[in-house]
C-alpha cells in the first residue's frame, strides 16, 4: 500500500476507536496525536519521510517487535520501555500496523477509570 494509503487508513483506523479524537497538541503542526479521554494512543507523524506512528505497547512484545522488524523501534521521544515507532515504509505488514493501533487503544482504554470508559459508550 502506498505511504498516503496507510496514513489515510491509519487516521480513519484510529479515529475509529470509541471516544477516539484526534488533535494536535505539540509544536509541529505535522504531528497528530489521537487520544481517548485526553490520554495518547497513537502520535502519527504523516509528514516525515517515510511517515511514522508511534504506538503505546506490552515492554516483552515491543522486544520481540523490534527483534523481528527493523522498522519498528523505541518510542521516538517517548519512554523507551513502553513505546514503539513503526517507519511506515512498506516492510511491516499493513494488517499488523493496525492490530498494533488496536493493542495500544486497548492499554490505554484499561488504564481509565471505570467512569470515563462507561462515558465512551
Not at 519521510?49 to 523481528?68: F, H, N, V
Not at 517517548?78 to 505488514?93: A, E, F, M, Q
Request: proline share 7%.
Amino acid at each position: 500500500m502506498t505511504e498516503t494509503r496507510i496514513v489515510e487508513r491509519l487516521d480513519a483506523h484510529c479515529l475509529a476507536h470509541p471516544g477516539a479524537a484526534k488533535g494536535q497538541p505539540f509544536r509541529d503542526d505535522g504531528i497528530f496525536a489521537f487520544t481517548v479521554a485526553g490520554k495518547i494512543f497513537a502520535i502519527l507523524r504523516p509528514g516525515h519521510e517515510p511517515p511514522r506512528i508511534s504506538l503505546k505497547g506490552d515492554p516483552d512484545e515491543s522486544e520481540r517487535l523490534r527483534a523481528t522488524h527493523p522498522a519498528i523501534t523505541p518510542g521516538y521521544r517517548l519512554n523507551k520501555r513502553h513505546w514503539n515507532t513503526v517507519l511506515l515504509d512498506g516492510s511491516v505488514p499493513d494488517e499488523l500496523v493496525l492490530s498494533l493501533v488496536d493493542d495500544s487503544y486497548d492499554l490505554v482504554l484499561a488504564s481509565l477509570t471505570r467512569a470515563q470508559r462507561a462515558n465512551l459508550r
